[in-house]
């Protein structure tokens, strides 16, 4: 049985609950009522609770579709190594406060979208990472990686976590690839980590990419461009969403992200950031150009993009294209000189970025950039009596010891019915066993793509099999 507490505000109640729920070997649940159009639903059968669709926002990745997720990690693994970039695997969840101090209290990301609980014992509050960059962070001091030489290059891939509308490449559980640059403030690192994100769109043969291009400054030029665009937005404050009217003295420059299209409109229009930068803050911004502009990447200046974290500074940018309708996003990133700060440590500057695997894969599969690999069976073994059954059992370890991947059928099918399911799953050879041969130490070799087959000896047999593997991995 289920025993399901809802709207409970109180984690010190909650935990005593759950230990009654324990005690009586009650499954316990703690949640919000659930909508009526919600698509999770629990239904009864035979006496028992089962679950028959997965939470909204989230997805299964099925056989059919998980070759195109190793295609692009393979080429986000390989491609970051080529730049230098180190992997480094970070927890799931982590102390809320670090995402309150490091995203920024006035962002959708912590207003509205966090995954939020209080830990087992009631007295922690944690939440299910909704990106990457702070938890990298938090790392990057907790194991005193300060010492490492400059700049320390990582990068991550996994679950993030953001309570959103679910829409195309967009979850409630999403999978993100992200690389951080910590250490230096080189313009140089700046164009690098956007040369980066270009490329890897490049290696998987992405088209119709564009990539924007601003700098939002740092906090000292940040506090006079407020004051303009709040001077902006002042005769249109009441026309503007709640959100955004909160964030008005709060942090003005979140109003120029917000999503909705009425506050879209209003800003249309309103001050660049751009127009206020401070003597470094444009210099080093030329600088960033000048490399870019060596390295041939095909940017656009674009004064209008601000970041949705508040960490960001300086340098910002994001490669869109045109083949996903409105989310036409696919990574984005910017420089954050001032998080590992704020996040008790020393004065760290970085850089980074972060692309979303979902949208990723749908601008693939809308570009038909995807080539289904041929079968994965290299051998299959027919058996036909109970005798060869167990012959085969020995046969298919010693072919998957060879590195071959090898199947067989365990219904004691006739053969016609064994080649079929080779056939299905497109093996290269068959090798059928049956009485006959067993007694005279011989099989039956099969080529399935000729169509001709020979008896030989089981010894021939796997050596031609070890001819076979060595010719396909030339």
Not at 226 to 237: G, H, I, N, Q, S
Not at 385 to 408: F, N, P, T
Request: charged content about 30%; overall charge neutral.
């Amino acid at each position: 049985m289920i025993f399901c507490a809802r709207k409970l505000t109180s984690s010190a109640r909650l935990y005593k609950i759950r230990q009654r729920a324990d005690a009586a070997g009650l499954v316990f649940c703690h949640s919000e009522p659930v909508p009526e159009n919600d698509r999770s639903a629990v239904e009864r059968k035979e006496g028992m609770n089962v679950l028959t669709t997965r939470p909204r926002g989230t997805s299964d990745i099925l056989p059919e579709e998980v070759w195109k997720w190793r295609r692009v990690e393979t080429v986000l693994n390989e491609t970051a190594a080529l730049y230098g970039y180190s992997e480094i695997r970070l927890p799931v969840f982590e102390h809320t406060e670090l995402f309150q101090r490091g995203i920024g209290d006035a962002t959708d990301v912590v207003e509205k979208e966090m995954y939020t609980f209080m830990d087992r014992g009631g007295k922690k509050s944690l939440t299910l990472r909704p990106e990457g960059t702070a938890g990298a962070a938090r790392a990057y001091l907790e194991h005193k990686l300060t010492s490492w030489p400059k700049p320390v290059k990582l990068y991550y891939m996994g679950s993030m976590f953001r309570y959103d509308r679910p829409q195309a490449g967009r979850y409630r559980e999403f999978h993100q690839f992200g690389v951080e640059n910590l250490g230096l403030t080189d313009p140089a690192v700046d164009a690098e980590t956007v040369a980066l994100a270009y490329d890897i769109c490049r290696r998987l043969g992405l088209r119709n990419l564009k990539i924007r291009l601003n700098s939002v400054g740092c906090p000292q030029c940040r506090g006079a461009y407020r004051e303009k665009l709040r001077a902006f937005l002042r005769p249109v404050l009441g026309e503007l969403c709640e959100t955004c009217r909160n964030r008005f003295e709060r942090n003005p420059m979140r109003i120029l992200d917000c999503k909705n299209d009425a506050c879209r409109a209003l800003t249309q229009g309103a001050p660049a950031v751009g127009e206020s930068l401070c003597e470094d803050c444009a210099s080093h911004f030329q600088e960033v150009r000048n490399h870019l502009d060596r390295m041939g990447a095909p940017y656009e200046l674009d004064p209008s993009l601000v970041r949705g974290l508040d960490y960001y500074t300086r340098t910002a940018f994001e490669i869109e294209t045109a083949d996903l309708g409105a989310q036409s996003s696919v990574c984005g990133g910017g420089r954050y000189d001032h998080l590992i700060k704020d996040l008790g440590g020393p004065e760290t500057p970085g850089m980074g970025f972060a692309l979303g695997l979902e949208r990723l894969i749908l601008i693939m599969e809308a570009q038909n950039l995807f080539v289904q690999p041929a079968g994965g069976c290299d051998v299959f073994v027919a058996a036909l009596g109970l005798r060869a059954a167990y012959e085969a059992s020995a046969l298919i370890q010693e072919l998957r010891g060879m590195g071959l991947a090898a199947e067989r059928d365990y219904q004691a099918k006739g053969l016609k019915s064994q080649m079929k399911a080779a056939d299905r799953l497109g093996a290269k050879v068959v090798l059928i066993l049956g009485e006959d041969e067993l007694s005279r130490g011989e099989i039956v070799y099969r080529r399935m793509d000729e169509s001709a087959q020979e008896t030989l000896s089981v010894e021939a047999a796997l050596g031609r099999l070890e001819e076979v593997k060595g010719a396909a991995e030339k």
